[in-house]
């Protein structure tokens, strides 16, 4: 029970990464405010904590949005009196083109989910940690963040973005003992991963071919990467911050360069 008697905020928890984490943190105690646009899914997340003895509130919000990310803090607080973790999981992949092609919307579409929100979130959630005397901040980037596939402009500069914010933020909070890190996940089984390889036309080649480029040989799962998101988010991990912490079965390891085939 490492998050026993702590809140978490996590967004993006209606499925994939940011359900799993979700469900991680309420198991080890957390009172979870379970953020998602899709307020179906998050009360879904919300009901399975609640089901296995935990603690959670559902919370609908559109986390690219200024007023929408500002009022979900607002709420977190008023269920639980305070924020001592903020997850930042909520992402899209977003069309698959270049530059020339990518419409100039898509690409602030893109930004605005992937890395506004994170500073949106920060920017909220941060004052109330300062007035408790600390928090734990932990963003998802992307394997993406250090080598990329083509088509895929928009969103390794997003999570790419990420890298660097999450130090920026983490230099500017260490000493009002606000931790704040992230996590690089590699070929996630999600349904966002699902989506993009049924996308190639022939998903279960595309899946095979993902599969034989990871060392250990094979996608991670959700609960692997949010695994490494509770240890970042509790005590544990009391003297880390400003890193990100690959989650890609030893990808950044082998550096592995793209190939058409």
Same mark, same amino acid.
């Not at 890298?163 to 009002?176: G, K, Y």
């Not at 998903?203 to 094979?218: E, F, K, M, V, Y």
């Given at each position: 029970m490492e998050m026993q008697g702590r809140s978490a905020v996590v967004t993006g928890a209606g499925q994939?990464?940011? *359900?799993? &984490? @979700?469900? $991680?943190?309420?198991?080890? !105690? +957390?009172?979870?405010?379970?953020? #998602?646009?899709?307020?179906? &899914?998050?009360?879904?997340?919300?009901? @399975?904590?609640? +089901? @296995? !003895?935990?603690? =959670?509130? +559902?919370?609908? =919000? #559109?986390?690219?949005d200024f007023n929408s990310v500002k009022a979900m803090i607002e709420k977190a607080v008023d269920a639980y009196g305070k924020i001592d973790a903020m997850v930042n999981v909520a992402g899209i992949q977003g069309m698959v083109a270049d530059v020339v092609e990518l419409p100039h919307e898509e690409w602030m579409r893109v930004q605005n989910v992937n890395i506004t929100s994170v500073f949106l979130c920060a920017k909220h959630c941060i004052p109330h940690m300062r007035k408790q005397g600390g928090g734990a901040i932990v963003n998802v980037a992307s394997m993406q963040s250090y080598f990329n596939m083509p088509g895929s402009a928009a969103y390794a500069a997003a999570k790419g973005g990420i890298?660097?914010?999450?130090? $920026?933020?983490?230099? %500017?909070? =260490? /000493?009002?003992n606000i931790r704040i890190n992230a996590v690089a996940p590699g070929y996630i089984d999600t349904p966002l991963l699902r989506g993009f390889a049924e996308g190639t !036309? %022939?998903?279960? =080649?595309?899946? %095979?071919?993902?599969?034989? /480029?990871?060392?250990?040989?094979?996608?991670? &799962?959700? %609960? *692997?990467?949010?695994q490494v998101i509770l240890f970042l988010a509790c005590k544990r991990a009391s003297a880390v911050t400003g890193v990100t912490y690959p989650v890609d079965g030893g990808m950044m390891t082998a550096q592995p360069t793209w190939q058409a085939s």
């Open positions: 994939g990464i940011g *359900e799993a &984490t @979700a469900l $991680c943190l309420g198991r080890e !105690g +957390a009172s979870v405010v379970v953020v #998602d646009q899709n307020p179906e &899914t998050g009360e879904s997340t919300a009901a @399975a904590i609640t +089901a @296995a !003895g935990g603690q =959670a509130t +559902a919370v609908q =919000a #559109d986390v690219s890298v660097s914010l999450t130090r $920026c933020m983490a230099l %500017d909070h =260490a /000493r009002e !036309g %022939d998903p279960q =080649a595309t899946l %095979d071919h993902w599969n034989s /480029r990871i060392p250990i040989g094979r996608l991670q &799962t959700p %609960d *692997e990467v949010a």
